[in-house]
């Protein structure tokens, strides 16, 4: 029994909000290769309890790449996400779905997938979910 508790565990999902990621602190930092000052994340101890676990998370679904590579979960809609209006970039999840998906600019999305913290490639967010499934929330 204690065997098949443990299994479960190891693949069952946590769901989190978006409160709970909100809990990190960034610094400036300047980074050489590219010249410029990004802000550095330090993510809290519950935070960094969350890397590498399966969540599951409900949010505003952004296609901000005209060739649809980049996909992002957004706290608030597009005219109030970091990079367009007043949230900062703990509001913001990459996505890189286990297959290609495509749902309007706006549309309520569930996601569940595997959470990546990310403090050091500015090529990519912070909070990454890799293997992501979704759902569309009617």
């Known amino acids: 029994m204690l065997i098949l508790l443990s299994s479960y565990a190891s693949f069952s999902q946590k769901n989190i909000t978006w409160e709970d990621l909100a809990k990190v602190e960034f610094t400036e930092k300047f980074f050489p290769s590219y010249g410029e000052i990004f802000l550095y994340p330090k993510f809290s101890d519950s935070v960094k309890s969350l890397e590498g676990k399966r969540v599951t998370i409900k949010g505003y679904f952004l296609n901000i790449d005209p060739q649809g590579k980049l996909l992002i979960l ?9 990079f ?9 999840i990459e996505l890189q779905f286990r297959s290609k998906k495509t749902f309007k600019t706006d549309t309520i999305i569930t996601v569940t997938g595997i959470l990546n913290l990310n403090a050091d490639d500015i090529e990519h967010f912070n909070y990454i979910l890799k293997e992501c499934q979704a759902l569309l929330i009617n």
């Open 84 to 92: 367009c209006g007043i949230g900062g970039p703990e509001t913001a």
């Open 74 to 82: 957004s706290k608030g809609p597009m005219s109030s996400c970091f």
